[in-house]
């Protein structure tokens, strides 16, 4: 069982004429149940993911821009005002975990190398070296493989970095993390790979609330089957005069 177990917004901070509530998913508030340990969000760019994401993982207490709460790196935004307007219902609550920002990987993986200039060993729980020192796709495999244990993570579309075999290499370890009840993981993303994970909740940020959808239904499944069924059939559309 998930442990985070619910979200919901505090009425008295929904304000539809400020950011975040003015984000048109979030206009009613926000009321969410966790009932799986896997649960993506899928949604256009700009439909409100990362606001959400963020959002939880100050509510678990994880530096906003990445990193755990052991890592408190400097950067250059503010936290989130989300947060502060959600209830988080948790059943144990978990302090250990990560929040992954794929725009901010690279800033954690200056915070790490600077860690290790003081003590070394600390790069053993990234793969033995430096993570810039890495591919980008090895380096998340790394911190996959090498850090997470017990706790929830929260990711935000993972799979930029990851090629389609790692990705499936990432969802054995997501299977191996979560069907022991050890992790908890809350996913942004756009690959019908990961999106494909048999025991996960999808919810669409795509219509007038957030629903919860299979993966067929996704656009993201859709177009990317119907494309690779028959590319010449878009191309016809795309490149018409
Ligand atoms: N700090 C902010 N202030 C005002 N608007 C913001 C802020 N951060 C994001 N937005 C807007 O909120 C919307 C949702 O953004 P975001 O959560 O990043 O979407 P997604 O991750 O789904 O692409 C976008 O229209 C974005 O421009
Ligand atoms: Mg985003």
């Not at 177990?5 to 984000?23: A, L, Q, Y």
């Not at 821009?65 to 609550?93: C, E, T, V």
């Not at 993570?131 to 244990?149: I, K, M, R, Y």
């Not at 050890?182 to 007038?208: C, N, R, T, W």
Request: net charge negative.
């Amino acid at each position: 069982m998930p442990f985070l177990k619910s979200i919901r917004s505090i009425p008295e901070c929904v304000d539809r004429s400020k950011f975040p509530f003015s984000i048109p998913i979030l206009s009613h508030g926000l009321d969410l149940e966790f009932s799986k340990n896997v649960t993506f969000f899928v949604g256009e760019n700009g439909s409100g993911k990362s606001t959400i994401l963020e959002a939880i993982a100050e509510g678990c207490g994880f530096n906003h821009s990445g990193g755990n709460r052991n890592h408190s790196y400097a950067s250059s935004d503010s936290g989130s005002s989300l947060a502060s307007a959600l209830h988080f219902s948790w059943m144990p609550k978990v302090t250990n975990g990560f929040f992954m920002r794929a725009e901010s990987f690279y800033n954690f993986a200056t915070y790490i190398d600077e860690l290790a200039e003081d003590d070394s060993s600390i790069l053993q729980a990234y793969g033995g070296k430096s993570l810039h020192h890495q591919s980008h796709g090895e380096s998340f495999l790394a911190l996959f493989t090498n850090h997470f244990s017990r706790g929830i993570y929260v990711l935000d579309e993972p799979e930029a970095a990851l090629s389609p075999n790692r990705q499936l290499a990432f969802l054995a370890l997501i299977h191996e993390l979560e069907s022991s009840g050890k992790a908890q993981f809350i996913i942004a993303s756009h690959s019908p790979m990961l999106l494909s994970y048999p025991d996960a909740v999808i919810f669409s940020l795509d219509g007038e609330q957030i629903t919860e959808v299979s993966v067929q239904e996704t656009e993201h499944y859709r177009i990317t089957k119907d494309f690779l069924d028959n590319p010449d059939r878009f191309f016809r559309h795309l490149f018409a005069e």
